[in-house]
């Protein structure tokens, strides 16, 4: 049934909304696709409803093509299993949490790999039930510190999140797959520009996981790409086939040596010159954490060794000096160095440093501690954008941390030219968990030889109602929006103009028309509008062919305009169906 103008629940506004900065957002107000409620919640009006209607129907698709059924769980959820993984810590203020009149704690899912797991656990219980593969399109709750440009990051946000179940890593490695052509798929039919990058770092231990990023200048994350296609997350680039840099302090580069140090090597040192007083073994990751080592050039000057890069400058491994920081800077965590390779590599990201983060910088720039060359990693409040600093290019002796810089134009990786920055609005993730929540909550199944084994999880989301933001930002001009007809609130857009009714029964019959042949159609019916005003209206709201119906009926034609590139065509009246399938 055609969506009649007449009697739609829409009102279009002339101004901009106040709380807005980013122009999709904007349109999306004015031209009655949302409302907002309150920062980051947003109610969706009819038209809104019909491009989420069509984004989420490309996302249920591609679920169901590679197997995965739909279920749905309940937002408002019990602590316990949150609980039973440390989730309910770790979420912090992010997680919405209530009382219920019992007094007991509940909270509003933020997604939900516990719930998953726990009904798998509880319906199923051999290998002969695998491999699973389950997706929602629901409801999160996130009270997110920055909620951004409307519904780009909302407090109340659709996700599809699948989750699946393996018996092994192979079985998984198969799921992940799937999922990703599943994704590359979903976001080829959303027809925006996005580029895969890997989540994390394989320096630090991470399982696989990568995300995908609409290109926009409006993402929050930066991600940096070359020309063979390759790109990454600048929290993920690889060390281990990290592009030669040229360091001022000692020789230009010379090719690797035995001698080079690496992180292994360090952990070696460690263990044979510094034995943790627990007496348990050092490991790459606390070494990391706990481990200040200067590098020692032959003048007698010192600087902070960049660990595990090698090829990019000359050490005498022998004289490696290994400072052992005092208990305090334990109080970093592995996340903190999640981005330690960019600092291998010499990038640092974007970001602000908590108070705490700072003060502990500040406690390492101690010279007795440090001689006076530190390095550290933080995270800033959101916990994300992760930023590396180096002693003498990011901060001073003094604590001041200076504005952060990341450098374009370094060899990619790859070896396929240099590398170049871009920003991306992050759409989806997908990430192979392993049994990190199966052996939380229990899930195991007996396996061919009657053994019980724990289930192998992978988790995929889509930001939904986030990719009808991303599509209108990456889709609009100066008087409106432009959607792409796969997501559109309708295919076509029939506008009738003047007083005279036989302009209006033709009309009509055209919508009738257009509808048998399966067209989407918006119809401007409206009496007492001017022809001008619908005109506006049709461009803000962006359908992507607009037919308008009017005074050049006497003579049989009607005029077909493409809202993206302006064109208008007068046609033939009886030519408006084929013009339009
Ligand atoms: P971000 O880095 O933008 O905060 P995230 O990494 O926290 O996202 P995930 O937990 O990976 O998000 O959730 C899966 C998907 O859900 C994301 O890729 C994104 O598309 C979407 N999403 C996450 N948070 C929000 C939000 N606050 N509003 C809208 N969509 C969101
Ligand atoms: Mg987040
Ligand atoms: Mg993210
Ligand atoms: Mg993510």
């Known amino acids: 049934m055609a969506l009649r103008m007449s009697t739609l629940f829409l009102r279009t506004l002339r101004e901009d909304p106040a709380d807005a900065e980013l122009p999709g957002h904007k349109l999306l107000v004015r031209a009655g696709y949302i409302r907002r409620v309150a920062p980051g919640i947003y109610t969706w009006l009819p038209l809104g409803m019909q491009v989420l209607g069509?984004?989420?129907?490309?996302?249920?698709?591609?679920?169901?093509?590679?197997?995965s059924q739909e279920v749905k769980f309940p937002a408002l959820l019990p602590r316990e299993p949150y609980d039973a993984t440390g989730r309910w810590t770790e979420y912090g203020d992010n997680l919405f949490r209530l009382k219920d009149r019992k007094d007991a704690d509940m909270l509003l899912g933020p997604t939900h790999e516990e719930m998953f797991?726990?009904?798998?656990?509880?319906?199923?219980?051999?290998?002969?039930?695998?491999?699973?593969?389950?997706?929602?399109?629901?409801?999160?709750?996130?009270?997110?510190?920055?909620?951004?440009?409307?519904?780009?990051?909302?407090?109340?946000?659709?996700?599809?999140?699948?989750?699946?179940?393996?018996?092994?890593?192979?079985g998984l490695q198969k799921s992940y797959d799937a999922h990703r052509e599943a994704y590359i798929r979903i976001f080829n039919r959303f027809g925006f520009e996005y580029v895969i990058v890997k989540a994390d770092s394989g320096a630090m231990g991470g399982s696989a996981s990568e995300e995908f990023l609409a290109v926009s200048p409006h993402g929050e994350d930066t991600f940096v790409r070359d020309e063979s296609g390759y790109a990454a997350n600048v929290e993920a680039v690889e060390i281990a086939q990290a592009p030669e840099v040229e360091v001022t302090a000692g020789p230009a580069h010379v090719e690797p040596t035995p001698d080079t140090p690496t992180i292994e090597t360090l952990v070696a040192a460690l263990n044979k010159d510094h034995p943790r007083a627990d007496g348990r073994e050092w490991t790459a990751a606390d070494t990391l954490k706990n481990v200040i080592v200067m590098l020692v050039h032959p003048d007698g000057t010192r600087e902070p060794l960049a660990i595990g890069l090698p090829g990019d400058r000359e050490v005498d491994a022998k004289r490696l000096e290994v400072k052992v920081a005092p208990a305090e800077v334990e109080a970093f965590?592995?996340?903190?160095?999640?981005s330690y390779p960019m600092l291998a590599k010499g990038y640092i990201g974007p970001g602000v440093l908590g108070e705490e983060k700072a003060s502990k910088i500040r406690y390492l720039l101690d010279p007795s501690v440090a001689v006076g060359s530190a390095w550290v990693t933080g995270a800033d409040e959101h916990g994300k954008h992760v930023i590396d600093l180096v002693h003498g290019r990011d901060f001073t002796a003094d604590g001041t941390i200076q504005a952060a810089e990341i450098r374009e134009g370094d060899a990619?990786?790859?070896?396929?030219?240099?590398?170049?920055?871009?920003?991306?609005?992050?759409?989806?993730?997908?990430?192979?968990?392993?049994?990190?929540?199966?052996?939380?909550?229990?899930?195991?199944?007996?396996?061919?030889?009657?053994?019980?084994?724990?289930?192998?999880?992978?988790?995929?989301?889509?930001?939904?109602?986030?990719?009808?933001?991303?599509?209108?930002?990456?889709?609009?001009?100066d008087i409106g929006l432009i959607w792409p007809r796969n997501v559109a609130p309708a295919d076509v857009h029939v506008v009738a103009t003047g007083k005279d009714e036989s302009v209006f029964v033709k009309a009509e019959e055209i919508v009738r028309e257009l509808e048998a042949a399966g067209v989407e159609v918006l119809f401007d019916d409206r009496r007492k509008v001017s022809p001008g005003v619908k005109f506006k209206d049709s461009e803000l709201i962006g359908v992507p062919t607009i037919v308008v119906i009017g005074r050049g009926l006497a003579d049989g034609k009607v005029e077909i305009k493409d809202r993206r590139s302006g064109d208008r065509?007068?046609?033939?009246?009886?030519?408006v169906v084929a013009e339009v399938t």
């Open 412 to 477: 990619s990786p790859t070896g396929h030219g240099t590398l170049k920055l871009a920003r991306g609005i992050e759409m989806g993730h997908i990430f192979q968990l392993g049994t990190k929540y199966a052996e939380a909550l229990g899930l195991k199944v007996l396996d061919e030889n009657g053994k019980l084994v724990t289930v192998t999880m992978g988790s995929y989301g889509v930001g939904v109602t986030r990719a009808v933001g991303a599509i209108a930002e990456d889709n609009l001009d």
């Open 117 to 170: 797991c726990l009904t798998v656990k509880d319906l199923y219980s051999s290998y002969k039930d695998l491999p699973l593969a389950l997706f929602q399109i629901q409801n999160k709750y996130r009270d997110e510190a920055r909620p951004r440009a409307g519904i780009l990051r909302g407090r109340e946000f659709i996700m599809k999140d699948s989750y699946s179940f393996d018996v092994d890593r192979a």
């Open 569 to 575: 065509r007068e046609i033939a009246v009886d030519d």
């Open 54 to 67: 069509k984004v989420e129907a490309i996302v249920r698709e591609e679920m169901n093509r590679i197997g």
């Open 333 to 338: 965590e592995e996340k903190d160095f999640a």
